[in-house]
């Protein structure tokens, strides 16, 4: 009895190769049968392909095995081997597995604009397939940063951003993982850096405050870099553009600041879209406060031949101003100082003689930051109303004195009315009221009074201005006589001559004359 070894069959394996779209052939190394058999067969199960033999072979380690083209997934073949002597055939399988390639997407391309501070982009629609199970970002060309460079299973969630102030192409790589015995798959993403169109804004400019602000020119502003126009835009403070369309000549747009706005303004210029980038500038407008000048008043004063100097009171000087200086704008006259002083408001002012009208005077405030407060201050000049009394007149002294009528007198320059008044000398008045017939008064000097009176005739107040003239009365004392005697003598042929002794001439006279009233005889 003869025992046979039974037969055995190795079939080797397992192998690992990538899909490919034309396969190499697969040398099944590792085969073998043994025991009571010979040779081996080869045969495909599952997953297609070619053997290079399907024939029983004493060599089945040298068949070769080449899977279908792009296939990947599990292939099965099978060994089989001849019938040992009174034994069965034996069988054993060896799995071949495809692996699918790696496959790596870097998304893109993007377009984006150069800026001094770029924002990080995202690198989305980026992603790793096939085999592949994580990918890793690196920068070929063009600078810049990126948030991981390590291998990640979502690669589309990294960030590049831009080297500040770059412009030009940026090249990226997407690197997968290797896939079971398959090379990594690498992909490239173009990210096109534009250059920003510049804008220049001109500036700083430095103004004062004020309540009728004017209008500044933005001289100095100007777009290049392929921009053919730029536009003005409000960013900071209070005003108002005379454009803020795009225009080819921004430096002829105005910027007037807010009546009474102080602080800072900031304008921004901003290009046109050039490759859909802008370029932008600002330009600052500083407006600093202004210093307060208070110069008070209104006043209101009478036309004068000697004008009474007027205490400028009520001005004074703030907002950081410390002192303030008087001018005459308007209407003459003189200041008692035009210096810069601590106390405006004691400086006087004194209108030209006889001048009515109006004065305007300005109070200018030293300079803070180049910039100065001024007030004006109006002083009305009213004119005097006019006034004429009359006269002289002269009466005699009596017991009995007679009522003059002060006519002649009259007024005008806008007076309505006018009274008398005794100055000085006594008597009466026969109306001391406003009255607009001031000629029909009558003025009774006082009995036996001699001497001179004096009459004032006062306008109503127009303007709260008076004129007054007087006039002047002149009553002379009353002429004396005394005559002497009486005298006696005889009659005779030649009468001598009688010496006229006691007699005198008083009061007022100064001369008597001598007459023959009645009995004849002859004077010398």
Do not use: E, H, K
């Not at 150069?114 to 995202?122: E, F, K, V, Y």
């Not at 690198?123 to 990640?152: D, M, P």
């Not at 003189?334 to 005077?361: D, E, I, R």
């Not at 009255?435 to 709260?464: C, D, E, K, M, R």
């Amino acid at each position: 009895i003869t025992v046979t070894s039974a037969s055995t069959a190795t079939a080797g394996g397992p192998n690992t190769v990538c899909r490919s779209a034309t396969p190499t052939a697969i040398s099944l190394t590792g085969a073998s049968v043994g025991g009571g058999a010979t040779t081996g067969a080869w045969s495909i199960i599952s997953g297609g392909g070619n053997l290079s033999s399907t024939s029983q072979t004493v060599t089945p380690s040298a068949v070769t095995y080449t899977p279908a083209a792009n296939f990947n997934g599990t292939v099965t073949l099978r060994l089989t081997s001849n019938f040992g002597t009174g034994c069965s055939a034996v069988t054993a399988d060896r799995i071949i597995n495809v692996t699918a390639l790696p496959t790596a997407t870097a998304g893109g391309p993007n377009v984006v604009c150069q800026s001094p501070a770029p924002l990080a982009i995202i690198l989305s629609g980026a992603n790793v397939g096939g085999s592949a199970t994580t990918g890793a970002w690196s920068i070929i060309s063009g600078g810049g940063t990126l948030s991981s460079i390590a291998q990640t299973a979502t690669p589309a969630t990294v960030t590049y951003t831009p080297a500040a102030n770059f412009s030009g192409p940026a090249i990226l790589r997407l690197t997968s993982n290797a896939g079971s015995g398959c090379p990594a798959a690498t992909a490239d993403r173009n990210i096109t850096v534009t250059p920003l169109p510049i804008a220049t804004a001109g500036g700083p400019n430095v103004v004062c405050q004020s309540a009728t602000p004017s209008a500044i020119i933005l001289g100095g502003a100007s777009v290049s870099g392929g921009a053919s126009t730029g536009a003005w835009s409000i960013i900071a403070g209070s005003g108002s553009l005379s454009s803020t369309a795009q225009t080819a000549t921004p430096a002829a747009v105005t910027f007037t600041p807010a009546a009474n706005f102080s602080g800072t303004v900031t304008l921004q210029l901003t290009t046109n879209a050039v490759n859909t980038c802008v370029g932008i500038a600002t330009r600052t407008i500083t407006i600093n406060t202004l210093p307060i000048a208070n110069a008070g008043g209104p006043n209101s004063v009478c036309q004068s031949a000697t004008p009474t100097a007027l205490t400028l009171t009520g001005a004074s000087v703030g907002n950081g101003a410390t002192t303030g200086a008087w001018s005459i704008v308007s209407g003459g006259g003189t200041l008692s100082s035009t210096a810069q002083t601590a106390t405006p408001a004691t400086v006087t002012y004194t209108p030209v003689a006889n001048f009515s009208g109006t004065v305007t005077l300005l109070l200018t405030t030293n300079t803070i930051n180049s910039c100065s407060g001024t007030a004006t201050r109006t002083i009305t000049v009213n004119p005097l109303p006019t006034v004429s009394a009359g006269g002289p007149n002269s009466v005699c002294q009596s017991a009995t004195p007679a009522a003059i009528t002060l006519n002649s007198a009259t007024f005008g320059g806008g007076a309505t009315t006018a009274a008398w008044s005794i100055v000085s000398g006594g008597g009466t008045l026969s109306n001391t009221a406003q009255i607009a017939i001031p000629s029909s008064v009558t003025y009774t000097p006082a009995a036996n009074f001699s001497g001179t009176v004096i009459l004032q005739l006062t306008t109503n107040a127009v303007n709260s201005c008076v004129a007054s003239a007087q006039r002047i009365i002149n009553v002379n004392a009353i002429a004396t006589a005394t005559a002497g005697g009486p005298n006696t003598v005889c009659q005779s042929a030649s009468p001598s001559a009688i010496t006229l002794n006691g007699a005198s001439v008083g009061g007022s006279a100064t001369t008597g004359a001598w007459s023959i009233f009645s009995g004849g005889g002859t004077l010398s």
